[in-house]
């Protein structure tokens, strides 16, 4: 069974920074783009950052100079760095990676707080 392990969630001043990570475990094959979701209370769930399997990346405007995602391949791991944090980044954020042959597998979510 694949599964997706995430941390590094947690309560953060404004300003402040964090590091979310995601490792992923299990039969997985053919992997191709990596990222992360979040998800508000009472929104929909959004994208906030892609990348291929070749390292190509794609951000949400709302976080464009202030996250960076990056991926190791060797380790089946993407992590999520996140500066300059705002109260509206506070969320659940969720790793996802697309393998096999239009496969999506999800990790079970980390709460960000962004709150003085």
């Known amino acids: 069974q694949v599964q997706l392990v995430e941390s590094g969630g947690g309560l953060v001043q404004p300003g402040g920074s964090l590091r979310l990570s995601c490792a992923a475990s299990?039969?997985?094959?053919?992997?191709?783009?990596m990222g992360w979701y979040r998800q508000a209370p009472g929104k929909e769930r959004d994208v906030v950052a892609v990348?291929?399997?070749?390292?190509?990346?794609n951000y949400a405007d709302f976080v464009k100079g202030r996250f960076t995602i990056s991926r190791d391949n060797a380790k089946n791991t993407v992590d999520l760095q996140m500066n300059s944090l705002k109260p509206e980044d506070t969320a659940v954020y969720y790793c996802?990676?697309?393998?096999?042959?239009?496969?999506?597998?999800w990790g079970q979510g980390t709460q960000v707080t962004v709150s003085s």
């Open positions: 996802y990676l697309d393998w096999g042959t239009y496969r999506r597998s």
């Open positions: 299990g039969p997985i094959f053919s992997i191709d783009a």
């Open positions: 990348i291929t399997s070749g390292g190509s990346t």
